[in-house]
């Protein structure tokens, strides 16, 4: 079999992810402005159920809402939280994105999902799932997950579209460290065919994992050595050679970020008191120390990993999604005080991801199932004011058994997206610079959908 080095850097780079070694040496160009910007993905893994996370708020579709949800309604003193003068509200946990939408830094996503096909109907649907060419394995937790991380939906990919930007974008990336990092592991959405993740603790250092038994102290002088010989001796055996030259890097990333992660910052530390024992607020927290020192780190163009989970709530929902949203909520509103602290609101454009949405309808064990369309959140200073792109599926009256709207594709209120997941991330992709032409290669249907661009976003300074 032939090896060649390339490929053996690729393979190391995602097999030494669980050491924290899943990275390679950026290789993007240089960017041509020295304007910073940052993309932040928030993956709510399991599913969250959008539809008690914005919620309709005018009487007649909020009478109806009640009378859709039954139980897992929210009135009374758990009611949604009006959004400006709109006709919507959210869930009450989360009162500080309700405050980042009235003052302009929060907009809504609304029924966004997997699509291929933006002339897909529910009767088309209804017909013939398979002439009508839905993606693959709808409702399937992996396969969703897969599809909304790679915008690719048939078949597999081993790239995700947070990846594929940093293979398109001329950017210096993180300058002396990976553009691409992950605070949740290796995922598939950073993952790219000309660079990798940077895989980072959500909390503590970056560093080296000992090996063997050998102390951390001589595993480094080892390995420094190493690196160092590897850029004076031509060895033969390309495994050497890039298991050195991924051994130099890592070393020079430990010693880049070890005094960013665990270093303090007065400017940013104290908006994370509230969340130092989330595992998102510590993700966040993490990134943000990382974007405020993007001038040493040499950072243009960044583009981040986070989670949190688990959503997937078949059961006692009201009381595991009251205790997620409220982590989120505290967590985006921590991370984006801290961004308009270091004057970098503008610059840092903060989104959720999640699996699919949950059924309209509940279930008979105080929860829902799996769904389609979701409505997801977009965070930063870059936001257009109050902006809210597309519509909450229309509710038709209520009837057991009968479909719950016009987009409903069964009978327990699973929405048909009106958006696809490609002009979601194409706006956002769009905002940090990727061009027109790169967006086709990046997100392979975006040309089956009108507009390409969604306008929720204002270009960055």
């Not at 070694?21 to 402005?33: G, K, R, Y």
């Not at 995700?160 to 950017?171: F, H, K, S, V, Y």
């Not at 209120?413 to 990727?434: E, F």
């Amino acid at each position: 079999m032939t090896l060649n080095r390339r490929t053996l850097l690729k393979g190391l780079g995602g097999g030494l992810a669980a050491s924290q070694l899943s990275f390679l040496p950026h290789i993007a160009q240089a960017s041509t402005t020295n304007t910073y910007q940052a993309l932040v993905c928030i993956f709510l893994y399991g599913g969250n159920d959008g539809n008690n996370t914005i919620i309709p708020i005018d009487p007649t579709n909020y009478a109806l809402y009640q009378q859709w949800r039954g139980s897992l309604a929210l009135k009374g003193s758990t009611a949604p939280i009006p959004l400006g003068s709109t006709n919507f509200g959210i869930h009450p946990s989360m009162p500080n994105c309700a405050q980042l939408f009235d003052n302009g830094d929060l907009g809504l996503v609304l029924n966004v999902g997997t699509l291929i096909d933006q002339r897909l109907t529910v009767p088309l649907y209804q017909a013939n799932p398979v002439a009508a060419d839905v993606p693959d394995n709808l409702f399937s937790h992996e396969d969703q997950r897969n599809e909304w991380k790679s915008a690719v939906y048939k078949g597999s990919t081993s790239t995700g579209w947070g990846g594929r930007i940093a293979d398109t974008l001329p950017l210096s990336g993180g300058g002396n460290v990976a553009p691409l990092m992950s605070f949740a592991g290796p995922d598939l959405w950073t993952l790219a065919s000309t660079n990798a993740p940077l895989c980072l603790p959500a909390t503590g250092s970056f560093v080296l994992n000992p090996y063997l038994g050998k102390p951390y102290a001589s595993l480094v002088a080892s390995a420094v050595s190493a690196a160092s010989n590897a850029t004076q001796t031509p060895y033969g055996n390309d495994a050497i050679s890039a298991v050195q030259t991924i051994t130099a890097a890592g070393v020079g990333a430990s010693t880049l970020l070890n005094p960013v992660l665990t270093g303090k910052n007065a400017t940013i530390d104290g908006y994370f008191k509230t969340v130092t024992g989330s595992t998102i607020g510590q993700q966040l927290w993490s990134v943000a120390k990382i974007i405020a020192d993007q001038s040493t780190l040499g950072a243009q163009t960044q583009v981040f990993y986070v989670d949190l989970g688990n959503f997937d709530t078949h059961t006692n929902q009201l009381a595991i999604q009251e205790t997620l949203l409220k982590e989120l909520d505290q967590a985006v509103f921590a991370f984006y005080s801290a961004t308009a602290a270091l004057g970098l609101a503008q610059n840092v454009t903060t989104f959720t991801l999640s699996d699919f949405a949950r059924t309209y309808v509940p279930n008979t064990t105080g929860g829902t199932d799996h769904a389609w369309g979701n409505h997801m959140l977009v965070v930063g200073g870059s936001v257009k004011p109050q902006s809210v792109v597309g519509s909450l599926p229309p509710l038709n009256a209520f009837s057991k058994g009968s479909p719950v709207g016009p987009l409903d594709i069964e009978t327990e209120g699973r929405w048909l997206p009106q958006i696809s997941v490609d002009q979601y991330a194409a706006t956002l992709a769009s905002w940090l610079g990727v061009s027109s032409a790169n967006l086709q290669k990046i997100f392979p249907t975006l040309a089956n959908f009108s507009p390409q661009n969604l306008g929720f976003l204002n270009p960055a300074p």
